[in-house]
């Protein structure tokens, strides 16, 4: 019998919602035969002249696989499983060196770990490069971090991503599904304008400076490699990417997603209290509320928001 392609990909969902679930609230960890020397997932490095704030995993990581434009969904789901199970380590003790000063946290029974540092130097604003590292494992895990003035007044970014720079279609979970885990990150429709736009606002702030953007998500840590891929991929300035804990000691509320957003960009203005910031979402979620709500208790850092409609595609400015 051959399934028409509508009933093959309900059973790809139905499939890949399953495997998911049951890898999220089991947490069975697998053993990767196929794992790199690396043995820490770092994702994000960043802070101001005093203060770094680093988050990673220790995890034996398995070797993704190389996609194409031309792969099936199949195929892609599979690949997507993929980033779902892993082989953690737990409890590892993790040293974080930059320019000679070395601090330790250690890392949660999922193996994420994360330091919240106040810095003994003063250091200035750079892609400094810092060092991470296991306790008793000779590799080490090099990293730029990315260190931005709290006391010069420059314009800053902070963008949702789903249905905001790629298309996802949130409101409907079936093809939230299909968008996430049928296509690869080659194979992902980017939101006509949204790198462009992002370039020109950031042009405003000195050439030789960082990156101001910042991308705040709701998706899952483990998506982390095929969106950083996406946004690469699809040309988008450099950024910090902040994605959401879903599980381990300090996971983040997985329905509450105002509240989130709420709590990642209010550390963002307080980090840099002198930055003004432009903010960019969509209607499919809670994007309206949040910024409204971050607007009215902080007028003076907030210079404007956009709202992408996910049915008509119109993008709106609120000032």
């Keep these: 019998m051959i399934l028409g392609e509508k009933m093959q990909k309900n059973i790809i969902v139905s499939c890949v919602m399953i495997a998911t679930l049951l890898t ?24 101001n002249e005093k203060h770094l704030l680093v988050e990673g995993r220790t995890v034996n ?22 980033f779902f199970q892993n082989d953690e380590l737990k409890n590892k003790k993790v040293f974080l060196t930059i320019d000679k000063e070395k601090y330790e946290t250690q ?27 296991i306790k008793n494992n000779k590799n080490s895990h090099n990293a730029q971090a990315t260190i931005l003035s709290s006391q010069k ?12 720079v790629v298309v996802s279609d949130v ?3 079936t093809e939230l599904l299909l968008n996430t885990f049928w296509k690869n990150y080659k194979q992902r429709e980017v939101i006509p304008t949204m790198v462009e736009r992002f370039q020109k606002i950031l042009a405003a702030n000195p050439p030789t400076q960082p990156s101001r953007l910042f991308f705040i998500s709701g998706s899952p840590k483990q998506l982390y490699s095929p969106i950083e891929k996406f946004l690469t991929y699809n040309h988008f300035p450099k950024h910090i ?22 709590k990642k960009i209010e550390a963002l203005i307080d980090l840099y209290p002198h930055m003004k910031w432009i903010m960019f979402g969509d209607s499919g979620e809670k994007d309206l509320e949040t910024y409204e709500g971050i607007k009215e208790k902080y007028p003076d850092k907030i210079k404007a ?5 996910v049915n008509s595609k119109e993008i709106t400015r609120i000032e």
């Design 107 to 133: 890392s949660d029974n999922e193996g994420y770990f994360s330091f919240n540092t106040t810095l003994s130097k003063v250091h200035t604003m750079s892609y400094t490069h810092i060092s991470l590292q």
């Design 171 to 173: 409101p409907h979970k």
């Design 153 to 164: 007044e420059m314009i800053g970014i902070i963008s949702d991503i789903d249905d905001t």
């Design 61 to 82: 990581k398995s070797s993704e696989s190389i996609v194409s434009e031309n792969d099936s969904g199949y195929t892609n789901a599979w690949n997507a499983l993929n």
């Design 24 to 47: 999220a609230c089991n947490n069975t960890s697998v053993d990767n035969t196929s794992t790199t020397n690396d043995q820490i997932e770092l994702y994000h490095a960043f802070g």
């Design 241 to 262: 990417l902040i994605l959401k804990q879903t599980h381990g000691k300090d996971k983040d509320s997985l329905s509450d997603q105002l509240a989130y957003k709420t």
């Design 305 to 309: 928001y956009y709202i992408r409609n």
